[in-house]
């Protein structure tokens, strides 16, 4: 199972109901996960998702140095230390600057885990690839160095027919093999047998794009076309799109319009003003709904501890 589990949703500071951002993936059939940001209290919302055991975190991704989508590290990282079982490495992929202030603060604090911790340092270009997974990066629109992640699965070829390549009387042997690459084949007798008749279809593989913060971009559209699950920041609704263009970050409106032009299957949406969760503010938080709802239909908006699985795509 792919499956996302948002562990805070609110932008800058927490509300009531909401922490600040943090984002767990867990890959399918492996025991590991990852973590993309992780704001102050991170830790504290993982004590109720116990699906996503602290030991068993790889790799966190950092989209940018704002607080409110890493000031969580050092806490969760020393705990870590003390869960059972917490021994093997972690490796936090983020800006420059990041790896300095972690060893720093770590190193004054006198609390340096006994697991190593390696600092990669993520810049445009930079990829990575593990257990059929490639993880790249876009750029962003916002105030600081920031970046949105790129999850893609590989591609799965299908299954070779072994029982109907018998049936047809053909020769098992290092013919199976050629045909399950997809060649075309003359046997001695003369036949010409194609290999796509006896492969399964390819199924596609899952991506998933978190774009982090930003303003809505044609880098992010492109970055994200075709995408299985676009999860864009929505930190205002359209009426402060003053305000939205000021702080460098989108309106649900123009995150709902990135989906729509990306041709994404699904958009959810998350890093809301905590104003929007004030019982008394307008238009409050199904306000940023409804606004997306009239560009991208296929739109939601997620809640702290809320999970999204994404099922393999149709086959190619
Ligand atoms: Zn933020
Ligand atoms: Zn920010």
Not at 5 to 23: C, E, I, Q
Not at 97 to 108: A, H, K, P, S, Y
Request: aromatic share 8%.
């Amino acid at each position: 199972m792919l499956e996302w589990t948002f562990l805070g949703t609110s932008a800058g500071s927490p509300s009531r109901t909401r922490n600040v951002s943090s984002l767990a993936l867990r890959l399918p059939q492996r025991s590991e996960w990852w973590l993309f940001d992780c704001g102050e209290g991170t830790q504290h919302q993982l004590l109720r998702m116990p699906h996503l055991r602290l030991s068993q975190l790889t790799r966190i991704f950092v989209t940018h140095l704002h607080g409110d989508h890493f000031y969580g590290l050092p806490g969760l990282l020393a705990s870590r230390g003390l869960a059972l079982g917490g021994e093997s490495n972690v490796t936090i992929h983020g800006p420059d600057g990041l790896g300095r202030w972690l060893n720093m603060t770590l190193r004054m604090t006198g609390n340096r885990p006994a697991y190593p911790i390696v600092n990669d340092v993520i810049a445009p270009g930079w990829s990575l690839s593990e257990y059929g997974f490639k993880v790249d990066v876009c750029p962003t629109e916002h105030r600081t160095e920031s970046y949105a992640y790129r999850i893609r699965e590989a591609d799965n070829p299908g299954a070779f027919d072994i029982e109907k390549a018998i049936a047809d009387g053909l020769p098992s042997g290092r013919l199976f093999g050629q045909l399950k690459a997809g060649e075309v084949v003359t046997l001695p007798d003369g036949r010409v047998i194609d290999g796509s008749d006896y492969v399964g279809e390819t199924k596609r593989g899952r991506m998933t794009v978190y774009t982090g913060d930003t303003r809505p971009s044609d880098a992010i559209v492109s970055f994200a076309t075709g995408a299985d699950l676009l999860i864009h920041e929505a930190t205002f609704h359209s009426s402060e799109q003053a305000q939205a263009e000021k702080s460098a970050h989108s309106t649900s409106l123009e995150a709902a319009n990135v989906a729509l032009r990306a041709c994404v299957k699904e958009l959810v949406l998350t890093h809301f003003s905590s104003r929007y969760d004030a019982d008394t503010a307008h238009p409050g938080i199904d306000g940023l709904l409804r606004n997306a709802h009239t560009v991208f239909p296929n739109t939601r908006l997620a809640t702290d501890f809320q999970r999204f699985s994404i099922q393999r795509p149709d086959s190619i």
